[in-house]
C-alpha cells in the first residue's frame, strides 16, 4: 500500500488496474506479463511499460493486498557470512512473523551481484522490500514502483522508508574514549570493496590534514589505503564521520593514519600489519567494524605490541563475535534486534498507511552506545 498526496490510504496495483490502464481485457495482461503467445509485440511492451508505471508485478507469493493474501516481504542482505547480518535477518524475521507475513530472502553478496540486483529478482514475489542496497535506493524504488521500500544505511533518495545511523555520534563517542586515556596518533580502518582497492599509498600529516594528493611511497608520513574517489583517505560514511569529528572538534590533538581494506579479519590483519610497521608509534584504533576489528587485533599481536596498554582498539556493531576474542573488544554497539524490529515497524506503517511514504516520520535515526569493554 502506498499514499496519495493527501495521505490517504491506497491499494496497490492489481491485474484489473494494469487492464484498464492500458485499455485491454484481463486475460490480455495475463498473456503479456507472463510471455505467452497470442498478443502483438507492441500491445505486449505498451502493457509492460504500463505495469511498470503502476509498480504492477504478477507474483506467485503476493496476491495483493486487497485480496486478503499473506504479505510477503523482500530482505536483502549483502553477506550472510558478517555475523552483522544474520543478527538483523533473524530480527526482521521475527517481527514479520509476528504478523503473519512471510519473509523470501535475498543473499546477494555472490558473483558480482549488487543491491539493485536482488531487488530485481525479490519484485515479482513480495510486496515491499526492506534491505541493506549500498546505495541504490532510488532505482529500486522504481523497479518495486509503489510498493515500499525500507532502505538501511544509505542515503535514502526516493525510497519510501530509510533507516540510518548517526556515525558522528559514534565517532565522538569513540575518539573522546581515546583522548580521555591519552592517546595521540591514532589509525582509522576503513572498508572498501575488493574491486576498488588499492595499493597502501603515502601521504605526508599536514596532506592528511589539508586534502591534498598523497605523494609517492617513502618518507615518514601517515599511511593510506585509498578506495576509488577517497580523496581524503576515508571511503566510507562512518570513516568520513570519523574524518569530520577530528577536524573540527580536535585540530592538532591527534595525528590520524586511514587504511581501507576488504571487509575481513585477514585483510585486516595484512594492512594494518603492514601500517604498523611504516608507523609503531599508533597507539588507539578504530576499525569500521567488529569483524576488521578483530584483524586489527591480530596484526598488533604479530607486530608484539600489547592490547590495550601499547594500542587501544574500538569496533562497530556490538557483534557477538566480540565478546569471544583476547581481550574483549570495546566496540560502538548497535541493538540489532531494535534495528530489525524498528525496520518492521516502519513498514507496517506505511502498509498500514498510518506512514506516508518519504515523509519525515519514515526517515529514522538510530544510535550507538559505546560499551567499554578490555580492548579500550
Known sequence: ??????????????????????GVSRQTVTRAMNDMPGIK???????????????????????????GARTSVGLAIPDLTNPYFPAFASSVVEQATQRGWQVVMDDYGHGGRNGLDAV?????????VIGYLGGYAGQAQAILGRRPLIVLDEEPGSAAGA?????????????????????????????VRAPEKRA??????????????????GGSAETVAH??????????????????????????????????VEESASESRTAV?????????????????????????KALSDAGKRVPEDCLV?????????????????TLSLDLREVGRTAVELLDGLLGGTLAAGSAESRLILRHRLVVRQSA
Not at 282 to 295: E, K, Q, T
Open 200 to 217: 597502501l599509498e603515502i601521504r605526508a600529516p599536514e596532506d592528511l590534514n589539508s586534502g591534498n594528493r598523497p605523494s609517492s611511497a
Open 41 to 67: 509485440t507492441e500491445t505486449r511492451q505498451r502493457i509492460q511499460e504500463v505495469a511498470r508505471e503502476l509498480g504492477y508485478t504478477p507474483s506467485r507469493f503476493a496476491k495483493g493486498l486487497v485480496q
Open 163 to 191: 533507516i540510518t545511523f548517526d556515525y558522528r555520534h559514534a565517532a565522538e563517542l569513540a575518539i573522546g574514549r581515546l583522548q580521555g586515556v591519552g592517546c595521540s596518533r591514532i589509525a582509522y580502518v576503513d572498508s
Open 273 to 297: 600489519r603492514e601500517l604498523l610497521a611504516l608507523q609503531p608509534g599508533i597507539d588507539g584504533i578504530v576499525a569500521f567494524n567488529d569483524l576488521v576489528a578483530s584483524g586489527v587485533l
Open 227 to 260: 578506495g576509488r574517489g577517497a580523496d581524503d583517505g576515508f571511503v566510507t560514511s562512518r570513516g568520513r564521520a570519523f574524518a569530520a569529528v577530528l577536524e573540527e572538534s580536535y585540530g592538532g590533538a591527534f595525528r590520524c593514519s586511514a587504511v581501507a
Open 1 to 22: 500500500m502506498t499514499q496519495t498526496p493527501a495521505g490517504r490510504r491506497s491499494q496497490r496495483a492489481t491485474i484489473l488496474d494494469v487492464a484498464a490502464a492500458a
Open 314 to 330: 574500538i569496533g562497530m556493531d556490538g557483534i557477538p563475535l566480540g565478546e569471544q576474542l583476547s581481550p574483549e573488544l570495546t
Open 120 to 128: 530485481e529478482h525479490l519484485a515479482p514475489h513480495v510486496d515491499a
